[in-house]
């Protein structure tokens, strides 16, 4: 047997919003011990009581079809849509980023921030909180960049995911 | 019709709405309002157990051999935790079960109430889907939605958790057994191109190898019967999995006998060097295929199966078909006619004159003995007494359940109910109890190892309060003979606990309870006390000693290939490697 790589997938799920339903995701994961890198949950249609799960996992394509098929066949779950093979898409995260320092160490966080077009939403005399959204690996290179600038405390969404162009999930398939 | 009427009315409602006829449960305060309904109505009759696993077992057994749904009602707290292991059972041998909880009052929920325990919490990795009912008007919804999640795709248990406010609060309810459900909705129909596919694959085969499950036990008597008719037109070799014994039969033509762990050195071997396989309601489990890099290696792998979580999970096949076994087989019958090609007969010729080398082994001989029952003996004449009779076999877990898959033979399916994929010890006496429940007048025997009946041994009571006539044949050999059977191989002939001490007297512990006792220890005996046992219209316990040491041959030590089987005593245990020794 050909030894088989792990491939990051990011993988959008839509559900039904009734309780319980992120606990069977996330015990599907842990009980069958795939890793989840990122997950987010939210309702993302009111009326219909939808709510659109974005999981970020790694394994090898064998893995990643076990995860589909196990998403799918779970009872609340609408579809399921693999958007890293799906066709193009586009994945960002939010985080807010928060900076202590004084002197020039402040200005340099405030001069990496306009680069990472990353903005000023609440500010001390000794501190900074910013806000950056970006695909995953920018925040990374944001936050490590402020490292050394006095990065105290950081809060991240998580990856929301969708495809481009017309086209989707959707909750008839 | 929708009408107004309390939870508690709606539970026993909708049961009846659904043609359940017969419940195994156990009362507790958490239930007490659909107890207090059940004893005022007649569709219903309730088996009152001795312990909750055994009304999921009972429930498992009467589904298995009816083909319906098992339903179970139970109480909150140590009702719904006592489920736990029927439940797992269920759903590792995708058993269609409705199991109905108490809970405490919904304000009460989360603040440690009395016999309150998180029931969905506890119970959504050993279910296949799961409710908590917080609102009577959901109820009825809920409840039909249970058995169609139960018993559509894959089946599987389903826990509809109610707690008790809801059970007396009033609301509406609608008779809709027919549900369309907006997510949950199983591919019936297998993708023609790909059956199409399979059945030139097949057809082109020169070794080919059918390789069937408990898929199509579950998937109804139309899937046996046109499993036989594919392997009849075919003419190709057939063997099963332990879950899908009875589905050909036993006696047919091209029957190898059982394959995996403990299968016949036939169905092993021709799994091992088939060229084509076709593997059809099974699911490559490890009991199954042995070291994984060795399996099969040649073999084009053709796979059907109605849960898509199954393909690919452990075996990677070429030919997947997503679908029900009957409608699948049904278009491989139907295409399989339609073309006119043929397969090669000679190659077939030189294939079957293989396997009928390989059957000469005789893997499933033993030792014959004059003054002490062989296991397998017994076994063979159960078998010989009672095959003409309308006969139904459950097990307990252990080297009589294999010794059982390998010599009771089954020409029927539903006629075998085992536990396989979880395992459990006690799974046979309770399950046997829910078959005769179903089956009132047919014989339902229990093979059984002395240590497993222990477990469930409380359920005799039920039995005998509800003239259920089991016979419960235990193979007593003093010895978790499973267990020492490793200790053996494995671990240097070093027995720990596995030695079953102060065994209680079987044939006493039978009057105990109200039931008969029987006790034979000599071959000669054991004829006649069979069939006295078959003559008696009481449950029975009976205490067949065998054989302290046999073991259970043949047998592919974990980590091993098809290829690599043990056929009997004498291996030295550096044999296993240590990567095997891990495996369970
Ligand atoms: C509930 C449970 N506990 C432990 C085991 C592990 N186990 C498998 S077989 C076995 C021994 C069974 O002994 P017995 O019922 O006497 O059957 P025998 O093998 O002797 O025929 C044990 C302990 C199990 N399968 N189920
Ligand atoms: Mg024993």
């Not at chain 1, 079809?65 to 399921?80: C, D, G, M, N, Y």
């Amino acid at each position: 047997m050909k030894p088989e790589i792990s491939e990051s997938h990011t993988i959008s799920v839509l559900v039904d919003n009734e309780p319980g339903v992120l606990a069977r995701v996330i015990g599907l994961f842990s009980g069958r011990g795939y890793n989840i890198d990122s997950l987010t949950v939210t309702e993302t249609e009111h009326e219909a009581h939808l709510s659109r799960i974005t999981v970020v996992t790694a394994g090898t394509p064998m893995v990643i079809e076990q995860i589909k098929a196990q998403l799918e066949r779970l009872v609340p779950v609408h579809s399921v849509m693999d958007l890293t093979v799906s066709g193009p898409s586009i994945e960002r995260e939010l985080a807010l980023i928060k900076v202590e320092g004084k002197g020039e160490k402040r200005v340099e966080a405030l001069r990496l921030a306009d680069a990472f077009r990353a903005r000023v939403i609440d500010a001390t005399t000794e501190s900074f909180v910013f806000e950056v959204t970006g695909r995953t690996n920018k925040i990374d290179q944001f936050i490590s960049l402020m490292k050394p600038l006095g990065l105290s405390e950081v809060a991240r969404t998580g990856v929301a995911a969708i495809s481009r162009g017309v086209g989707g999930l959707s909750s008839d398939s | 019709m929708a009408r107004e009427m309390t939870g508690a009315e709606m539970v026993i409602k909708a049961l009846v709405d659904q043609g359940v006829t017969d419940i195994f449960g156990y009362p507790g305060g958490a239930v007490l309002p659909i107890y207090d309904e059940l004893c005022q109505q007649e569709d219903l009759t309730h088996v009152l157990v001795r312990h909750e696993q055994g009304a999921v077992h009972a429930a498992e057994g009467y589904a298995r051999s009816t083909g319906k749904v098992g339903v179970v009602l139970v109480t909150s707290g140590p009702g719904a935790t006592n489920a736990v292991t029927g439940l797992t059972d269920a759903l590792m041998d995708s058993i269609p079960i409705v199991c109905i909880t108490g809970q405490v009052p919904t304000h009460l929920i989360g603040n440690d109430a009395f016999q309150e325990c998180d029931t969905v919490g506890i119970t959504r990795p050993c279910t296949k889907h799961n409710y908590l009912v917080k609102d009577v008007e959901d109820l009825g919804r809920v409840l039909h939605e249970a058995f169609y999640v139960a018993s559509n795709g894959r089946p599987g248990p389903v826990v509809v958790d109610i707690p008790k406010d809801v059970q007396f609060a009033t609301g509406t309810y609608a008779a809709t057994p027919q549900v369309r459900h907006k997510t949950y909705r199983p591919k019936i129909k297998g993708d023609q191109p790909a059956i199409r596919e399979a059945v030139e694959a097949l057809a082109s085969a020169k070794k080919p190898i059918i390789y069937s499950g408990g898929g199509i036990i579950n998937s109804g008597p139309s899937a046996s019967r046109l499993l036989r008719d594919l392997v009849r037109i075919t003419g190709y070799p057939i063997t099963s999995t332990l879950m899908g014994l009875g589905a050909y039969p036993a006696s047919g033509d091209n029957w190898m006998g059982m394959l995996g762990m403990h299968g016949t050195y036939e169905a092993n071997m021709a799994m091992h060097d088939c060229d084509v396989m076709l593997c059809i309601g099974a699911r490559f489990d490890d009991r199954i295929t042995g070291r994984l890099d060795a399996f099969a290696p040649h073999a084009k792998k053709i796979h059907v199966d109605i849960d898509a979580s199954s393909i690919n999970k452990n075996v990677h096949v070429d030919i997947p078909i997503i679908g029900d076994c009957a409608h699948v087989l049904e278009d491989m019958v139907r295409i399989w006619k339609a073309r006119s090609a043929q397969p090669d007969k000679k190659a077939l010729e030189a294939w079957w004159a293989q396997i009928a080398e390989w059957r000469k082994k005789d893997s499933l001989g033993y030792e014959k003995n004059d003054d002490i029952i062989m296991p397998q003996y017994a076994i063979e004449r159960l078998y010989e007494l009672t095959k003409d009779r309308d006969v139904y076999i459950s097990t307990e877990v252990g080297q009589h359940q294999m010794w059982a898959a390998q010599h009771f033979h089954f020409q029927e399916p539903n006629r075998w109910m085992t536990s396989g994929g979880l395992g459990t010890m006690g799974y046979g006496l309770p399950a046997a109890v829910g078959i005769q429940k179903a089956h009132p007048d047919a014989l339902v025997i229990d093979i059984a190892g002395e240590a497993s009946v222990l477990m469930t041994m409380q359920e005799m009571s039920t039995a005998v309060q509800y003239r259920l006539p089991i016979k419960i044949f235990i193979l007593n050999n003093e010895y978790m003979g499973m267990v020492r059977q490793w200790q053996q191989l494995l671990h240097g002939n070093r027995i720990s606990q596995s030695y079953m001490e102060s065994l209680p007297d079987f044939v006493k512990l039978a009057e105990a309870y109200g039931a008969v006792g029987f006790r034979v220890d000599k071959p000669g005996d054991l004829d006649d006390a069979i069939k006295e046992m078959i003559e008696v219209d009481q449950p029975v316990i009976f205490d067949c000693r065998v054989h302290k040491l046999a073991n259970c041959y043949p047998m592919i030590p974990s980590g091993k290939a098809h290829n690599e089987m043990l056929l009997g005593d004498g291996v030295e245990a550096e044999e296993v490697s240590d990567a095997g020794k891990v495996l369970v």
